[in-house]
């Protein structure tokens, strides 16, 4: 029961952040709808193509969707006249980023998958929406660049840790507090500090 | 039948328009046969996929391949000498996206799936190729933008009343002749008078 | 024995070729491991999901994430110090190419596919994790446009020699090694002399 609305609180967040995301693109309110579609259940969408499982979570239970449309219209009427409440939004994307990461980590898990997979599933089903978001809105994939603020690298503390906790015995429950506490913290840490990964450097350039 | 032959035409109509599209980015032949097997072929395999049904409609149906490859030969061959026939090829794109959204979202109706993924889907089947068109030319998609002349709004509403009409005791033959005409006329309605949705505004700018 | 350590050369080569396209955009670690990943798998995660082939390969042996994320690091260590050993890598690439387009194809044709989707399942499983990870990297996809050094036209030609080569009466082992030589041989002459295929001429703009 809990789990449930943490999973619709996460898509009404994710939503939220695709609908600011296409708004800021110029989107008419068909692209905008779209994108706060994409990105709040597309995560969920390709570990559920990947696991086969089917029906697929928002084709078995329409009030994700719902609550997806309902997301985004207030976000669009709110945003008409005030400016976004970004720190509200991303201290509740980071629990969106949490729930979603963990339950993914915990629906590989159920079906006995290796535990490199099982963190594997976590991470897409936190992210994949939001790169899906930005791959939509043609812009590189926030979370893979050089001013990305950990987001990818918490999902994937978050569901080693869930892992290693549970190898080394603690019991699934406090597991997942804590899994989702880590990604949380270290989401939040890095926005506060602008902690982010170290870019890469490449010599010479490429071939073809 | 006539449906079989419309799905082969809506088929050979949406390859023609990745054909156009890839050579318009300077693409060679390999890039022009692929973008118009995705865009003619994306959405139907997307709602396959998400409804698992398999095999896949090309897959098992080998004639569609063949019908793209076809009609983006033709395509390729006509334009080396003459202008694209735009005007043909909207009216024929709209019959296009007509019969590929009722039909997705027929077959997610057989399924027996609620009403709002029902429309989902025959909007996907109708708009997803065109969007993966568009991500594969590394362009904004069209369908999403304030250029857009309510393409997917057409889906939309046509996807909608075809339910809506059987909800209120039409039978399923009068509500799919009245949704595919709805999305045509729609849709070269906007064409004609050059109608769009409204944009978004958001204040102010991002976080991150 | 033989294949399943070619399976993970594949892997391996596709893995660092994304690593450096990733690192030569400027993206930090996890955005470069995401690419290396996605590219390293992609086309055979696709192939799957189009064939319904449950678990997919690398939920079902994790060894091949390993191997990515190996070659991913090994890379990166790399090229902080050398210049990327780009001919070796091209010569890699294309024996990837070879077996990754032939093994793809098999798979399509021990499920009895028409002639046609076998083909096209070889290209799709040899040649979708570069264009993932193109459109990942916000770029035009390189096998589409007029710079391609024949990647996708090789895969094309050795999936077409591997059927045509059976069903005039070649035995499975020599039209698959008939088929992957033809594969390497075209792309690397392709890029030894600069082979290309046409771009495509379209008069006139568009619509919309």
Redesign the interface.
């Known amino acids: 029961m809990i789990l449930y609305a943490l999973s619709l609180l996460g898509v009404a967040v994710f939503a939220a952040s695709g609908a ?13 709808g ?2 706060a ?1 994409v990105t709040a259940i597309g995560g969920g ?1 390709l570990r559920d ?4 499982r ?3 979570f ?2 078995a239970d ?1 009030a994700h ?2 609550v997806v449309l309902g997301s985004a219209t207030v976000t ?1 009427v709110y ?6 409440p ?2 509200l ?2 201290v509740a994307d980071a629990l969106g980023l949490a729930f979603f990461t963990i339950s993914g980590a915990q629906v590989a898990e159920q079906q006995g ?5 099982v963190v ?1 599933m976590g991470v897409i089903t936190g992210t994949a929406g939001g ?1 899906l978001r930005d ?15 950990l987001y ?2 918490a999902a ?1 503390a978050g569901a080693g840790a869930y892992l290693a906790l549970q190898a080394g015995g603690v019991e699934r429950d406090g597991a997942e507090l804590f899994g989702m506490g880590l990604v949380a913290a270290l989401r939040l840490a890095a ?1 506060a500090w602008q902690l ?9 350039e ?3």
Chains 1, 2, 3 share one sequence.
């Open positions: 600011l995301a296409a708004g800021r693109k110029g989107f008419d309110w068909i692209g905008v779209a994108i579609v969408t193509l990947l696991l086969d089917h029906p697929i928002w084709i329409p969707l719902w669009l945003v008409r006249r005030h400016r976004p970004d720190s939004l991303l998958l290796p535990g490199l997979a594997a790169v791959v939509l809105c043609n812009e590189v994939p926030l979370l893979f660049g050089p001013l990305d603020t990818a690298t994937l926005i982010r990964l170290p870019g890469v450097r490449v010599h010479g490429g071939p073809r």
